[in-house]
């Protein structure tokens, strides 16, 4: 089954666009996934399994790394 995810991060520190521009260029890293970003979000497309790992395992490294 496939899905759509539609998702936003705010950092909550005044040096934001590096946390974001690394979650999503993790996340394009991943072939089976389509990702869409425009200026208030980022749309993640593929099968359901594929979409949620990714995002579990993208956000963790994000919010290990940066406040």
Known sequence: ???A?????YPLNAD??????????R???HSQLKVVTNSLSTQVF?????VFAAL????QVTFANHD
Do not use: C, H, Q
């Not at 934001?16 to 260029?25: A, G, L």
């Not at 593929?46 to 594929?50: D, H, I, K, L, Q």
């Not at 579990?56 to 956000?59: A, C, K, N, P, V």
């Open 16 to 25: 934001y666009i590096p946390p974001i521009k690394d979650f999503i260029d």
């Open 5 to 9: 995810v539609e998702l936003s991060l």
């Open 1 to 3: 089954m496939d899905i």
């Open 46 to 50: 593929g099968p359901y399994e594929v």
């Open 27 to 29: 996340l394009n890293a």
């Open 56 to 59: 579990t395992r993208e956000l």
